[in-house]
């Protein structure tokens, strides 16, 4: 792969809207993404591995619980923060900010809001600091976008939980040390538990073969009468609400993280496109090539400037889900348009991994369907603008 000569745009001064202190995320986070990130992350994606030597450094800059209270290990930072940092990791690949968005708002935030003080301060620090990684399991092999149809249950047998089901398409599963669990009890209502590794009846099998995501593991989760121990029930919030509440905080990460990628595409394309020669001239001076690089740039702001207003909005506890959704579905539509663009700016070069475009591309067909896809995101805005609901 080429050296990472990565430059950010910042074509409407959001840097004017930043404060120092995101403005010292980023960079830390950015240069971290250069020096341990770039220079392994395409071989590790063609070989289809998740690169677990990058765990250690993830938990440093604090990219697991980026928003949770230092108390508990986390960074204790600002959403905008949070967001800003997504963005940089996704610079670099969208599976290492999948293993970081995971670990912060799909397994530290529900033990952080819905668990008991004993389950935070058990597991809380120790993921924090990446002694424990952990995966979410709320997708189903027959209920994916309708999750309420869940089939995972458990039942209530005195001294503990016996949980059976399975769970698909779950990021770290392979790997993970504990699984944030969703499942019926015996009257029908969702709950969140904690599973651990090595409980009897529990297994992970890898999912193989992925063209997208290939630098992050993905699994099943599989329960055959897995005694739970009642203590890891997540005690304060049950429902389907439960686990929607966490994939707002995650969907958030992604409309930042969408920007990264689209960035690094563009990045990408505009200097290859000053550099590279056809018919004598550098193809930056073709109409053509110019109508594709001005409308990512500009595409590219327009998500910046609704990630930093949805940032601002979430700080003071006033986004909606229904504005994170919009979010979410624009910055990542709007992120593969772009990497497909780019790629066509680099010709042949661009389906080599010699450039991260074709990576990103293929990462962020996954990244339009797992969070909720397209579609469903597009529903949730026509029943809030409507009140109808067209599922
Ligand atoms: P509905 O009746 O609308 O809602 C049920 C209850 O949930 C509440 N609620 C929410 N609460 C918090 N946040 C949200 N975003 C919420 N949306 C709804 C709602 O108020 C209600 O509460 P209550 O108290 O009245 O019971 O539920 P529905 O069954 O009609 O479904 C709605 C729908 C389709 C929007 C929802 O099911 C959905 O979002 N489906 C998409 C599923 C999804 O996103 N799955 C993601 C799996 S995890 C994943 O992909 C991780 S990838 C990780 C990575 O690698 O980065
Ligand atoms: P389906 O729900 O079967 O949808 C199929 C198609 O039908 C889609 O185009 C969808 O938009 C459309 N559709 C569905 N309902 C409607 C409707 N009402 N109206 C119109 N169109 C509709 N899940 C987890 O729980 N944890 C994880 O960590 C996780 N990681 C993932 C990692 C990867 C790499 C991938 C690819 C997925 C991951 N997922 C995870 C699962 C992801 O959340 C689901 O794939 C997603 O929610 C969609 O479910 P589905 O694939 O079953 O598609």
Redesign the pocket.
């Given at each position: 792969m080429k050296p990472d000569l990565f430059t950010s745009p910042d074509y409407y001064n959001l840097d004017d809207l930043l404060n120092d202190e995101h403005k010292m995320v980023r960079e830390a986070t950015r240069s971290w993404v250069k020096k341990e990130l770039s220079p392994i992350i395409e071989d590790a994606a063609q070989k289809s591995e998740f690169p677990k030597v990058l765990l250690k450094g993830l938990a440093e800059i604090g990219a697991f619980g980026p928003y949770i209270p230092e108390e508990y290990g986390g960074a204790g930072l600002d959403q905008i923060s949070y967001g800003i940092m997504m963005q940089e990791i996704e610079r670099g690949d969208s599976g290492i900010?999948?293993t970081a968005?995971?670990q912060s708002s799909?397994v530290m935030y529900p033990i952080y809001a819905y668990g008991s003080e004993k389950q935070k301060k058990k597991y809380l620090p120790k993921l924090a600091s990446g002694e424990l990684i952990g995966c979410?399991g709320?997708?189903e092999p027959d209920f994916?976008?309708?999750?309420?149809g869940m089939l995972s249950n458990f039942k209530d047998e005195g001294n503990h939980y016996l949980l059976n089901g399975a769970k698909l398409?779950i990021?770290n599963a392979p790997f993970a040390d504990i699984a944030i669990v969703w499942a019926k009890n015996e009257e029908g209502r969702i709950h969140g538990l904690i599973v651990e590794r090595g409980m009897e009846g529990f297994s992970t099998p890898e999912t193989h073969n992925k063209w997208s995501l290939r630098a992050?593991a993905t699994g099943e989760l599989i329960f055959n009468n897995v005694k739970i121990p009642k203590e890891n029930l997540l005690p304060n919030k049950n429902?389907?609400?439960a686990p929607?509440?966490c994939?707002?905080s995650?969907r958030y990460g992604?409309a930042w993280g969408a920007i990264g990628a689209a960035m690094d595409c563009y990045d990408t394309a505009l200097r290859y496109a000053k550099e590279r020669i056809q018919f004598g001239k550098p193809i930056a001076v073709k109409q053509l090539q110019q109508k594709k690089l001005a409308e990512m740039i500009t595409e590219i702001t327009k998500a910046q400037l609704l990630a930093w207003r949805l940032g601002s909005l979430r700080n003071e506890g006033k986004a909606t889900?229904a504005q994170?959704s919009m979010a979410k579905r624009n910055n990542v539509e709007m992120a593969l348009k772009i990497a497909r663009e780019a790629r066509q700016v680099l010709g042949a070069m661009g389906i080599t991994g010699e450039y991260s475009i074709m990576r990103h591309m293929m990462n962020l067909e996954s990244v339009v369907t797992?969070?909720?896809?397209h579609d469903?995101h597009l529903?949730?805005t026509g029943l809030d603008i409507t009140g109808h609901?067209a599922?």
């Amino acid at each position: 792969m080429k050296p990472d000569l990565f430059t950010s745009p910042d074509y409407y001064n959001l840097d004017d809207l930043l404060n120092d202190e995101h403005k010292m995320v980023r960079e830390a986070t950015r240069s971290w993404v250069k020096k341990e990130l770039s220079p392994i992350i395409e071989d590790a994606a063609q070989k289809s591995e998740f690169p677990k030597v990058l765990l250690k450094g993830l938990a440093e800059i604090g990219a697991f619980g980026p928003y949770i209270p230092e108390e508990y290990g986390g960074a204790g930072l600002d959403q905008i923060s949070y967001g800003i940092m997504m963005q940089e990791i996704e610079r670099g690949d969208s599976g290492i900010r999948s293993t970081a968005s995971v670990q912060s708002s799909l397994v530290m935030y529900p033990i952080y809001a819905y668990g008991s003080e004993k389950q935070k301060k058990k597991y809380l620090p120790k993921l924090a600091s990446g002694e424990l990684i952990g995966c979410f399991g709320l997708t189903e092999p027959d209920f994916g976008s309708n999750p309420s149809g869940m089939l995972s249950n458990f039942k209530d047998e005195g001294n503990h939980y016996l949980l059976n089901g399975a769970k698909l398409w779950i990021s770290n599963a392979p790997f993970a040390d504990i699984a944030i669990v969703w499942a019926k009890n015996e009257e029908g209502r969702i709950h969140g538990l904690i599973v651990e590794r090595g409980m009897e009846g529990f297994s992970t099998p890898e999912t193989h073969n992925k063209w997208s995501l290939r630098a992050s593991a993905t699994g099943e989760l599989i329960f055959n009468n897995v005694k739970i121990p009642k203590e890891n029930l997540l005690p304060n919030k049950n429902g389907l609400g439960a686990p929607l509440g966490c994939l707002d905080s995650a969907r958030y990460g992604i409309a930042w993280g969408a920007i990264g990628a689209a960035m690094d595409c563009y990045d990408t394309a505009l200097r290859y496109a000053k550099e590279r020669i056809q018919f004598g001239k550098p193809i930056a001076v073709k109409q053509l090539q110019q109508k594709k690089l001005a409308e990512m740039i500009t595409e590219i702001t327009k998500a910046q400037l609704l990630a930093w207003r949805l940032g601002s909005l979430r700080n003071e506890g006033k986004a909606t889900s229904a504005q994170i959704s919009m979010a979410k579905r624009n910055n990542v539509e709007m992120a593969l348009k772009i990497a497909r663009e780019a790629r066509q700016v680099l010709g042949a070069m661009g389906i080599t991994g010699e450039y991260s475009i074709m990576r990103h591309m293929m990462n962020l067909e996954s990244v339009v369907t797992y969070e909720g896809t397209h579609d469903i995101h597009l529903l949730i805005t026509g029943l809030d603008i409507t009140g109808h609901s067209a599922f």
